[in-house]
Structures are given as structure tokens and as C-alpha cells.
């Protein structure tokens, strides 16, 4: 038992490491390949985010890959794809639907989610030693590649939770700058044709919602903080 505790206690002390070598890694390469947001555009919704947030602006910053995408360091800084902003130019986003991608990274900083994953990650990584030490009893070799499996839904899981979570609080903080729900909605309506998605795995593979269950959960959101 003594080695299996030990293994287990190794296995955390590697997490831990590798998340904040991880970290420090995207924080470079961000750092490397990102400026200033500068899109006249975008700065009256920002602007209507900042008031609702009471703060004096909200910085942004582009990376400069062709993607789609927007993102939160686990610094807290918030990023947008050169790819969406090019979507902007050519009239297939709209400054709004640009606004509720940063409300919703907003969402990601404001409920501690980098924080919070590799937590998660940390815990996991000691529940699939466990794992593989128990099943690895039954099913020899296999045992191994079960846990990692089963490892890998529940994270998937937990990334979903925190996607949901950043959507919620993206819904309250637009509605709060007088700009609702409406292009939240919209965004997430074309964003898989926007990233160029195909095929996509099953629902309960996925680390980020299914469109249709997340703009079913906002509308449900948006319900709930117009009634109150």
C-alpha cells in the first residue's frame, strides 16, 4: 500500500508542476504573438460592458492566429482570434456578437475557472490512479486504459459545467449594458460554421455544450433576469 500512496502522491506533485509550467507556457506564447485590441467597432460595446462592470475599460488583446476563437488566460486577461476579428470586417459578426464572446471569457476569469480546472485536474489525476490500481486487478493491462477512459468523460463533463457557467454570467452581464441576450444567441447559431467545424462526437464527449442545449440554457437564463 505504501508504494501505491506514494505513486499517488508523485502523480499530484507532477500535476500541480506541469499546470504551472503549462500556464506559464500559454502566458509566453500569448504574450509572443498577441497585441492591444485596436476595432472602433467594438469599442461601444465595450464600453457598455465596462459601465455595466463600473470599470473604467476592458482590456483585450488579438491573437494573432487564423482561428476562431476567443479565450481567457489563467492570468485573467482576456483574448480574441485575428480569425474573428476578420469575421467582423467581413460582415459575418456583428460588434454585439464580438461583445458577448468577451462577456463570456469575462465569465470564465470572474468565476475563478483556470483556478478551478486545475484543481479538478489535480484531483482527477490522484481518482484515475485509484482507478487503474483497482481495475488493473481485474482487467490486467486494460484496467489502465478504462480509468483514463472514464477520466476523460468526467473532465469532459467539467468542462461543460464551466462553459454553461461563463454563458450564464455573459447572459446577466449583457442584459445589465442594455444589450441582451440576442446576439449570445445569434453567435453560437453559426458559430460551428464560423470555426469551420464538421462532424461533430457525441454530446457527452464534447468539453464544450452542444449549440442547441447552450442557447436553450440561455434563453432559460434570460428568462429568469428579465423576470426579476
Do not use: C
Not at 460582415?91 to 462577456?103: C, D, R
Not at 469575462?106 to 489535480?122: F, N
Not at 472514464?150 to 457557467?165: I, K, P, Q, V
Not at 469551420?196 to 428568462?223: C, K, M, N, S
Request: glycine share 10%.
Amino acid at each position: 500500500m505504501a508504494p501505491f500512496l506514494l505513486s499517488i502522491l508523485l502523480g499530484l506533485a507532477l500535476t500541480i508542476v506541469m499546470a504551472r509550467v503549462s500556464a506559464r507556457r500559454t502566458r509566453l506564447a500569448l504574450d509572443a504573438n498577441s497585441t492591444d485590441l485596436r476595432e472602433p467597432r467594438l469599442d461601444p460595446v465595450l464600453g457598455r460592458l465596462a459601465a455595466a462592470l463600473d470599470v473604467p475599460a476592458i482590456p483585450v488583446r488579438v491573437w494573432e492566429v487564423p482561428v476562431v476563437n476567443g479565450l481567457a488566460d489563467p492570468d485573467g486577461r482576456v483574448f480574441l482570434t485575428r480569425g474573428f476579428l476578420q469575421k467582423l470586417r467581413a460582415g459575418e459578426v456583428s460588434p454585439e456578437e464580438i461583445g458577448s464572446v468577451v462577456a463570456h471569457e469575462l465569465g470564465h476569469v470572474a468565476l475563478g475557472h483556470s483556478r478551478r480546472r486545475m484543481i479538478d485536474a489535480t484531483g482527477g489525476n490522484a481518482v484515475r490512479m485509484g482507478l487503474a490500481f483497482a481495475l488493473s486487478r481485474v482487467l490486467g493491462g486494460l484496467g489502465v486504459w478504462v480509468a483514463q477512459g472514464l477520466m476523460a468523460l468526467l473532465h469532459a463533463g467539467l468542462s461543460r459545467r464551466d462553459e454553461f457557467e461563463a454563458d450564464r454570467y455573459a447572459t446577466a452581464l449583457l442584459i445589465k449594458a442594455g444589450i441582451g441576450a440576442g446576439p449570445q444567441k445569434s453567435l453560437f447559431r453559426k458559430l460551428d460554421a464560423l470555426a469551420g467545424r464538421g462532424a461533430r462526437p457525441p454530446a457527452w464527449l464534447l468539453t464544450h455544450p452542444a449549440t442547441a442545449q447552450r442557447v436553450a440554457a440561455i434563453e432559460e437564463a434570460e428568462r429568469r433576469w428579465l423576470a426579476a
